[in-house]
């Protein structure tokens, strides 16, 4: 097998009219014609990339279409638009051949390091105290790092629409001891 490469991203929100307010986009069909080429630029297909909730707020078939057409072994962290009003995971989103089912948090290596993702920020998580990272997604860059944590999401004003690298993502991030 080919080399493979762990990328984050989130709240890509595919077809999300209400994401035109903040990002500089004339339609969604721009926005999502951007954010597929931004991925599929970065992302080989071996590559595993982990989406931090919000992928897409759009129908089945256009969801499914966007899906197919980015490269990568897929793998989502629910965020609060991948749900519906009673909490389960929208369909549209739930038939797509992800490379692990969809889960609402997940832990994964990187460089050695635990790394801990969940759609949203929190202020401790599991090992923190004990040297771990956490990415999330669902604030839209508006979140300031937080010792070992950080929002991973494409509107961050340091990752350009486009998913990152764990070395990238955590470079120059201040190392802050979290108590327990």
Known sequence: MAFTQQFFTAD???????????RPFSSTDEMDRYLIEAWNDTVKQTDIIWHLGDFSYLD?????SIFGQLQGRKRLILG???????????????????DQPP???AET???GERVILHHYAM????????GSWHLYGHSHGRLPAYGRSRDVGVD???TAY???????LTTGMQDVEIAA
């Open 60 to 64: 089945p078939a256009r969801t499914a």
């Open 12 to 22: 890509t929100h595919f077809g999300h009219q209400l994401m035109l307010q903040n």
């Open 156 to 158: 961050c004003s340091d």
């Open 109 to 111: 290596k990187q460089d």
């Open 80 to 98: 609060n638009h991948d749900l519906d009003n009673k909490g389960c995971v929208r369909k549209s989103v739930a038939d797509l051949a992800w």
């Open 123 to 130: 202020r401790t998580w599991s090992a923190s105290c004990h």
């Open 162 to 168: 486009t998913p990152q690298t764990f070395q990238k």
């Open 103 to 105: 889960t609402h948090y």
